[in-house]
């Protein structure tokens, strides 16, 4: 394995510190920008260049994205981070947080700068506490000794980042639910247009991006985005965190390059646990459509090469499900997951996610009616596209992916009542 | 009547937002008055409307909508396990079953003695320390296994943090 880049400082004993952080040439991206007064038109190119994707699941190219905020607004821009990871399957944002928090400040102050912001907000989810108080820490931290507050390293470029914590929200995921969120309202998510860019938080021009996606500028503002492109593959820029969990026998997160096989992957996680047969991989958070784990074991982990297999790369989360699997209970987990978080503000989304929970829930209770399975899809085809925000398509795909590839597994159980596995 | 604890948080949080934005500050209101009296009661949600300085409604609208604030008194250790799918592959159904035997509780409920609460929670961003629960919003313990579970219970009997991580 090459070097880590985000996980740079994860073999020291406290990786988090901004000491440790400085041995691994922490800040000199900052300090490299603010030095030489590098031109936000510069910078901007080099993300394009990097082919850096954002990394909380949409994949929206970062550096078109910077570009849409308005440079000469006179009054009150905002940057926003995302860390509200609750996307089951996603825990590797939580790893940067607690293990290397000043990247993620540093590229975050990169970016200000860029695009002349000089407050920040940090959205951190609920049930990681101890990962806000890391960010607390941290920030304070880099205030005292000058990389955050007024006249960062000697320059008159002013940035202050705070950390705002979620209380139990999946929705707040959501852009424009999360600013709703930090403006202390209920995260129910904002018609769009306008956009953040434009009518973002406080109504101000706002741009908010993924934790990984922030910790990603620094290297590329080293070492130029063209060699942070290249460490991927086409379409598919740079290096990626992924989290592996479920069925394996070393679950966890891990840094690779865009277009690792799934196969090697699924090595660095120990295999399916207990010698068990594949069955079933979920490539990129559990509103992504599941994969049968023979089509898996030929591909590799970047936006194309998923998309052509009829899923999506997400937020790259990896939930791997063995032979053991009853894949109507899996779907009625997460149906039920999308009926609780559903933020009731559209009617397709409030109503139709509590159908699908309760008729996956039956067919699994041995109560489904032989019409359910096309009910099931009849409804998806009423919710996905139809609501505010992709909540109501994130409730829709898994369950459109679970009958496209294990149908007679639901046909087994409505007819046996009973599962197949 | 908030504490002078709870007030000063709320003033350390308030610093962090625009001057004319002091909602953006209730959500941490409502946590600092949870873990100091262990839930949130309607005249709480007052208090926290009349120092903020936003309507009533508004905060009840915010403390109904989150899943972590706790409206009604949920013991002294509130343990919220995670059920997502991640947890579930991991065995999280044996988990939950453990804790309900062990404590004598269902989901909901709290043990004669107040002592603990048993909550079920979404997906805590955590997935590759299936299963799961959190002890009081604060703590995440991982990886649990019967044995870990008796352990932690152990130390918070005897007034310990609980779970080690």
Known sequence: MST???????????PWTLENYLKVGGYKALRKVLAEKMLP?????????????????????????????????QGDKYLVCNSDEGEPGTCKDRDILRYNPHMLIE?????AYTMSVKTGYNYIHGEIFEAYERMEAACEEARKAGY???????????FDLHNHLGYGAYVCGEETALLESIEGKKGQPRFKPPFPATFGLYGKPTTINNTETFASIPYIINNGGQQF??????????IKLFSV???????????????????????MAGGVRGGNKLKAVIPGGSSMPVLPGEIMMDLNMDFDSIQKAGSYLGTGAIIVMDETTCMVKALERLSYFYFEESCGQCTPCREGTGWLYRIVHRIEHGEGRPEDLDLLLDLCNNIAGRTICALGDAAAWPVQGFLKHYRKEFEYHIEHKRCLV | MLSDQIQANIERELKKYPADQRQSAVMAALRFVQDEKGWIAPEDMADIAAYIGMPQMAVFEVATFYHMYKLKPMGEYTLTVCTNLSCQLSGVNETLLHLKNKLGIGLGEITADGKFGLREG????????????TINNKKLCGRLTGEKIDQILAELSAGGQGGKQ
Request: proline letters at 8%; a negative charge.
């Open chain 1, 245 to 267: 969990s479920g069925h394996v026998n070393n679950p966890g997160n891990f840094e690779v390059p865009m277009g690792t096989p799934f196969k090697t992957l699924l090595e």
């Open chain 1, 41 to 73: 038109e510069a910078i901007i190119a080099e993300v394009k260049a990097s082919g850096l994707r954002g990394r909380g699941g949409a994949g929206f190219p970062t550096g078109l994205k910077w570009s849409f905020m308005p440079r000469n607004y």
């Open chain 1, 148 to 158: 955050l507050g007024q006249n960062i390293l000697g320059s008159d470029f002013e």
């Open chain 1, 229 to 238: 492109a290249d460490l991927g593959v086409p379409n598919s820029g740079g």
């Open chain 1, 107 to 111: 590229g975050m102050a990169i970016a």
């Open chain 2, 122 to 133: 979404e997906c805590m961003g955590a997935c590759v320390d299936a299963p799961m629960f």
């Open chain 1, 4 to 14: 880590p880049i985000i996980f740079n400082t994860l073999h020291f004993d406290q």
